[in-house]
């Protein structure tokens, strides 16, 4: 496992605690949402993070449906695990790409903001289709291009500018990778999945201010590694840059940004 996709430490309570509400809760909310009215008795979650979507589907569905939380990192688990404690949710360490589960045991897999983390995606999305019953769905999320994302892309632009001969570059190269879906969908197609839909969604982004969004990018995701790599003194510096650049441009206190992301279906 590279740096890109090590999410331990301080990591995991920071991500939950200033990334989840800025960015991802929006985004849970509307994955849940859309297994509304679908017949599931068991459900999967790949790369499910610190359980943002967990819990929203723990919310959403009938009592009787269960759900299969897994990731890759232990640590998310953890953090998981003590937001949320729940005899229909099971939290378990497994690969997306290589399920530790019989095939066809379940109504729905939904992966929500995991695929870039991925090394092998054509792998992760024929491990998805074989764990699912034909005519289960395979739902899934990725970030639009970084632009579209406001928040995010002017604290990379001011990160970047403290490091000029060499940035740090994974929230544009890993997060926001699959802004074009359209390779998605021919790997979809191409693992076996009968028909695949995609869905632009746009949403607002909240904070209460400049330094919280800051803190959950700079010092909540594998973004830190980066920064700590060129200079393990400046992480601190590099969170109050963000923090400033994005003041200058939403705002003191309360502030609201673009959000932008796609959402892929797939019926099996």
Same mark, same amino acid.
């Given at each position: 496992?590279?740096? $890109?996709?090590?999410?331990?430490?301080?990591?995991?309570?920071?991500?939950?605690?200033? +990334?989840?509400?800025? =960015?991802?809760?929006?985004? !849970?909310? /509307?994955?849940?949402?859309?297994?509304?009215?679908?017949?599931?008795?068991?459900?999967?979650?790949?790369?499910?993070?610190?359980?943002?979507?967990?819990?929203?589907?723990?919310?959403?569905?009938?009592?009787?449906?269960?759900?299969?939380?897994? $990731?890759?990192? =232990?640590?998310?688990?953890?953090?998981?695990?003590?937001r949320l404690?729940?005899?229909?949710?099971?939290?378990?360490?497994?690969?997306?790409?290589?399920?530790?589960?019989?095939?066809?045991?379940?109504?729905?897999?939904?992966?929500?903001?995991?695929?870039?983390?991925?090394? $092998?995606?054509?792998?992760?999305?024929? /491990?998805? &289709?074989?764990?699912?019953?034909?005519?289960?769905?395979y739902l899934?999320?990725?970030?639009?291009?970084?632009?579209?994302?406001? *928040?995010?892309?002017?604290?990379?632009?001011?990160?970047?500018?403290?490091?000029? %001969?060499?940035?740090?570059?994974?929230?544009?190269?890993?997060?926001?990778? +699959?802004?074009?879906t359209r390779?998605?969908?021919? %790997?979809?197609?191409?693992?076996?999945? !009968?028909?695949?839909?995609? /869905?632009?969604?746009?949403?607002?982004?909240?904070?209460?201010?400049?330094? *919280?969004?800051?803190?959950?990018?700079?010092?909540?995701?594998?973004?830190?590694? %980066?920064? %700590?790599?060129?200079?393990?003194? &400046?992480? !601190?510096?590099?969170? /109050?840059?963000?923090?400033?650049?994005?003041?200058?441009? *939403?705002?003191?206190?309360?502030?609201?940004?673009? +959000?932008?992301?796609?959402?892929?279906?797939?019926?099996?």
């Amino acid at each position: 496992m590279d740096s $890109d996709r090590v999410f331990r430490g301080s990591i995991p309570a920071l991500y939950e605690e200033y +990334l989840v509400p800025v =960015q991802f809760e929006t985004y !849970a909310q /509307e994955m849940a949402a859309r297994l509304h009215g679908v017949p599931l008795g068991r459900v999967l979650e790949t790369a499910a993070g610190t359980g943002v979507l967990t819990r929203a589907m723990a919310a959403a569905l009938p009592a009787e449906v269960t759900i299969e939380a897994t $990731d890759l990192n =232990q640590p998310m688990l953890d953090e998981a695990a003590r937001r949320l404690s729940s005899r229909r949710v099971s939290w378990r360490q497994a690969d997306a790409q290589d399920l530790p589960f019989p095939d066809g045991g379940f109504d729905a897999v939904l992966c929500q903001f995991g695929a870039m983390f991925f090394s $092998d995606r054509p792998r992760a999305f024929a /491990e998805a &289709r074989r764990v699912l019953r034909p005519g289960g769905r395979y739902l899934l999320s990725v970030w639009d291009r970084i632009e579209q994302n406001e *928040f995010a892309d002017v604290m990379v632009n001011a990160v970047a500018r403290l490091f000029p %001969e060499d940035p740090p570059t994974f929230t544009s190269r890993i997060p926001h990778a +699959l802004h074009d879906t359209r390779p998605l969908v021919a %790997e979809l197609k191409a693992a076996g999945f !009968a028909s695949v839909a995609v /869905e632009t969604v746009e949403r607002t982004s909240t904070a209460p201010d400049a330094r *919280f969004v800051a803190i959950g990018k700079c010092q909540g995701t594998p973004l830190r590694h %980066e920064i %700590e790599a060129r200079d393990a003194t &400046r992480l !601190a510096e590099a969170t /109050e840059a963000a923090a400033a650049a994005v003041a200058a441009r *939403f705002g003191d206190g309360a502030i609201r940004g673009k +959000l932008q992301a796609h959402v892929l279906t797939a019926i099996r």
